[in-house]
């Protein structure tokens, strides 16, 4: 079979005939050498703005309220979409930016949001023996955890099908316009272990004749009505997470406390314990759009198959996001540990497997792997979410500790990213050995809450609201931990007993001095120049 001749009569095509112009054609066509630059430059600026969102999620949360930010991040997707009218510098890079920086503030409210509607409805389901035990006792640590796990199952059911309905514009519109896999797989040589960077030697040419301008504005016009779908989903079915007063209260602790105490929260030995498994979660969602659909799917059997494959682990994924409810009988490590060993075992096949190009008796096998990767990354989203909801109940903490799991979720993939180039064996490697630290620190974590480590987490300030004059007279410091201000005054608003002490137990037996009278807070630099301890020492 000879080298695939280019494209017959598309040498005469104006720039009128292509209006709109659309990626989706002219990317795909002979095209012009700014083009791939056009195409690479959105992809670069959001992963780049999921890196910058470090602490843009609890300020825009706590700014906005949750139910809000979601509206706002849901409408920026809207926007993005809204660009593939007309793709140019001015309107790909701003949109791909905001896109960026909106992902993480859009995860991390959602997560915050089925957790506190996990809360609520357990104390709406509890609301009599609530008026027994009085209004001001809190209900009992962990109440809430098997609502939380169906909540997470229903909710990321539905997600996982979200890539299967990304798939229909191809398979219904795009599919008819491909060649076949013998004229875009004909410079390929290698697939799946043994390929270097992304489809090296695959065909750009893919499109046998340009979709008809009115068709891709059908298109353009149906992925439009969807995103504004959703954002009426948003704004009219989800009620409000918080009641005004705590929506109050939780932005009154100051501006400056919110932007910090996501980094603060790293001192919790649960969340640095859970950072690997942050990684990993990142690496996997992406190597399974990029290196198992690509590096072995349409490496090997084509681009008219992506979109099966895709559908296959859609499916997979969201048919096995109802095993998290074996969770409500399983001990909690169990669903978690069995999606690493799921990914641990195909990982290990994959590093050892070469499909070879356009043959088609081994597609069985894509479908099966894509399925199975499904099944892990179901476990594994569905376990983390619900994990950080049981330890973190308070709500005051929530939206930190989202924040944290996704922004370190958001610079993985966009290490990905800068990493797709590597070998195909350099990526598996990668992944295995961040899979194997993952499990491992997770299970030590657990370990050290069986042996009764209590963690340590800073102390949230009480809402402020009235201005103060200076800094030292504030009656709370974030900068100390729930253990220290108990020492310091006997209690105080950043958390339970269990939920934000010292690692270390404090020294027991009376200390000197008088007691304290009156409010207590910290000396203020007059007082401890002047001799004494202040009114909160003991």
């Not at 690479?40 to 843009?56: D, F, N, V």
């Not at 990321?156 to 890539?163: A, K, R, T, V």
């Not at 598996?428 to 620190?441: E, G, K, N, Q």
Request: include cysteine.
């Amino acid at each position: 079979m000879g080298q695939p001749s280019s494209l017959p009569g598309l040498h005469g095509v104006t720039r009128r005939s292509l209006t709109p112009p659309s990626i989706l054609a002219r990317a795909k066509t002979q095209e012009p050498r700014a083009l791939p630059a056009i195409r690479a430059c959105p992809l670069a600026e959001t992963h780049t703005g999921l890196a910058r969102g470090a602490s843009i999620p609890p300020t825009a949360r706590r700014f906005f309220g949750t139910k809000w930010m979601m509206f706002l991040a849901v409408g920026i997707y809207a926007l993005f979409v809204s660009t593939n009218y007309w793709e140019r510098y001015y309107t790909l890079v701003p949109s791909a930016v905001a896109l960026g920086m909106a992902i993480v503030p859009l995860w991390a409210s959602m997560g915050n949001y089925i957790t506190r509607m996990a809360q609520k409805y357990y104390e709406y389901s509890h609301y009599k023996e609530q008026d027994d035990q009085g209004p001001q006792k809190r209900p009992p640590r962990g109440s809430h955890a098997p609502y939380l796990l169906v909540f997470q199952v229903i909710f990321y059911s539905f997600f996982h099908l979200s890539f299967a309905c990304a798939q229909l514009p191809m398979i219904y519109f795009l599919n008819h316009y491909l060649y076949d896999l013998n004229h875009t797989l004909y410079n390929v040589q290698s697939c799946g272990t043994n390929s270097q960077g992304i489809l090296s030697g695959f065909n750009k040419t893919v499109l046998k004749t340009l979709p008809r301008s009115r068709n891709l504005i059908v298109v353009e016009s149906v992925l439009m009505a969807v995103a504004f779908l959703a954002m009426l989903l948003v704004l009219g079915l989800c009620g409000a997470a918080y009641r005004p007063t705590e929506e109050i209260d939780l932005r009154s602790v100051g501006w400056g406390n919110i932007f910090q105490l996501p980094f603060k929260h790293v001192r919790d030995f649960r969340l640095r314990h859970l950072v690997p498994f942050f990684i990993y979660s990142g690496f996997e969602v992406l190597f399974a759009c990029t290196g198992l659909t690509l590096g072995y799917g349409v490496c090997s059997v084509g681009l008219e198959r992506l979109a099966h494959l895709l559908v296959a682990y859609s499916l997979g994924a969201s048919a096995a996001s109802l095993l998290g409810l074996l969770g409500l009988w399983l001990p909690r490590p169990v669903p978690l540990v069995a999606g690493a060993g799921v990914h641990l075992l195909l990982t290990l096949g994959l590093f050892f497997w070469a499909p070879t190009p356009r043959v088609l008796r081994h597609i069985w096998i894509l479908y099966v792997a894509a399925v199975l990767w499904g099944v892990g990354s179901a476990l594994n989203k569905t376990g983390l979410s619900t994990l950080l909801g049981i330890l973190y109940e308070d709500k005051e903490r929530q939206d930190f500790v989202f924040t944290i799991y996704h922004w370190w979720q958001a610079v993985a993939i966009f290490t990905v990213y800068l990493g797709s180039s590597l070998p195909m064996k350099a990526k598996l490697a990668v992944l295995l050995l961040t899979l194997v630290a993952a499990a491992a620190s997770y299970l030590w974590m657990e370990q050290k809450l069986r042996r009764g480590v209590v963690p340590r987490q800073p102390r949230i300030p009480r809402p402020q609201h009235k201005v103060r004059g200076y800094r030292y007279l504030e009656e709370d410091n974030s900068d100390e931990s729930d253990a220290e201000g108990e020492r310091g005054c006997g209690g105080g608003s950043g958390g339970g007993p269990g939920d934000g002490v010292e690692e270390e137990a404090p020294p027991a037996g009376p200390r000197p001095g008088p007691e304290p009278a009156g409010l207590c807070r910290r000396p203020c630099p007059y007082e401890q120049a002047l001799g004494g301890d202040g009114p909160e020492e003991q």
